[in-house]
């Protein structure tokens, strides 16, 4: 449609053209004029609060975390588990992963029942003998609840955190455990010894936590002296509970090495044990932790050395490396034992010092608890009484037992 001209307008009626002017005229902006701002409606369009705050009796009466495992993992935390190679800590919480898919106690502590999710970065090997060994010692032979993801997640890369958090709420609601095996390939384009990069990983981990709800664990390598866990120390700053894990033969003790929230748990003796064609961890018989003494034992020769060297404001740990004649990797395994379990004591300027406890260590012969060399004792092996339980009868009504045989599968 055309618009009139105003030479039409004036031309075809005067009279009309001047009304019709002055209505255009009152709908055009006068000089000056500014526009102004629409204000919101009613209050609940005004913008929100960046920030929320909770005074100190909301924050009183605010339930404290529940167990995940009890005791000695908080729900939705954020954890790390820590060992040197083939210490079984992918073991570790493969039972654990499994054990909350199926609700049974885990190493004697109970378990709070939901699912799982495995980040296998290092690849699928060994996974399906791993699992069915569980199984087989656990005498469970149905589905677990248990979800595997064989290649990295890369904390790094936001929109992998965003795709990775929308297929685990796809899942459901119930996943009560995320596991990144491991830390360092899942960090991959970073470097773990910065505290830039480290702190951004952590920042994915704990958006997958508050997104999931879950915990969210990352198992990570040690440091070359066995210490602690590798890298910045940004991770340890970050995390709630922080698990470590030390072998001699196939004696296996698990330490808490920080626990935010709560008590530290004491050290856990377990047994690496052959099931079928695999590995499994179960609570010691015994319930001797592997970091203590027995006659003969690289721990009783580091801590006999320390003994007949140390000054009285004691020796460094070099010092002490060379007069005990073991391995470097040996004997910092060692000193690391014998200082959790309370023979030997660090003091100023990194020297070290046999303690009381030590002394009478060694003057009782050392007939205390196990500590030996890798390999030195044999393959302990697990036996169940079957039972029928979750389907585990076979066709002919009898149930099947968990075989157990020695194995190579690597930790």
Known sequence: MR??????????????????????????????????????????????????????????????????????????????????????????????????????????????????????????AGLGRRTSAWKQHEEFYATAGVYFLTEPLVLLNRLDVSAFIKAVQLLGDDIRLIVLDTFALCLVGGDENSAKDVGQAVAAMDAIRRATGATVAAVHHVNAGGERERGSTALRGAMDTMLE?????????????????????????????????SMVLITAKNGMAATSLLPGSVAVTALRSLSDSALEDGISATTWLKVSGLTERTFYRCRTGLVLQGYVDRVARS?????EKGKEALAANCHITANVLPGSNPTPTATRTPSLERGAAGSNGTSRSAAVAHTSDAA
Not at 351 to 355: C, F, L, N, Q, R
């Open 245 to 277: 894990l030390k072998r001699e033969g196939n004696r296996i003790t698990l330490i808490c090495s920080k626990q935010k929230d709560a008590a530290k748990f004491e050290p856990l003796a377990l047994d690496f044990v052959a099931v079928d064609e």
């Open 351 to 355: 020297k070290y010092v046999i303690t």
């Open 3 to 124: 618009l009139a001209s105003v030479a039409d307008l004036v031309q075809d009626s005067p009279a009309s053209a001047e009304r019709e002017l002055r209505e255009i005229a009152r709908t055009l902006p006068r000089p000056g004029d500014q526009p102004s701002p629409s204000a919101p409606s009613d209050e609940s369009e005004a913008p929100r609060a960046r920030f929320s705050f909770r005074d100190d009796a909301e924050i009183e009466a605010m339930e404290p975390p529940e167990w995940l495992w009890d005791g000695a993992i908080p729900e939705g935390a954020l954890l790390e588990v820590h060992a040197p190679p083939e210490s079984a800590k992918s073991f570790l919480t493969l039972g654990l992963a499994l054990s909350i898919g199926t609700g049974r106690p885990y190493l004697g502590r109970e378990v709070k029942q939901g699912r799982a999710v495995i980040v296998a970065a290092e690849g699928s």
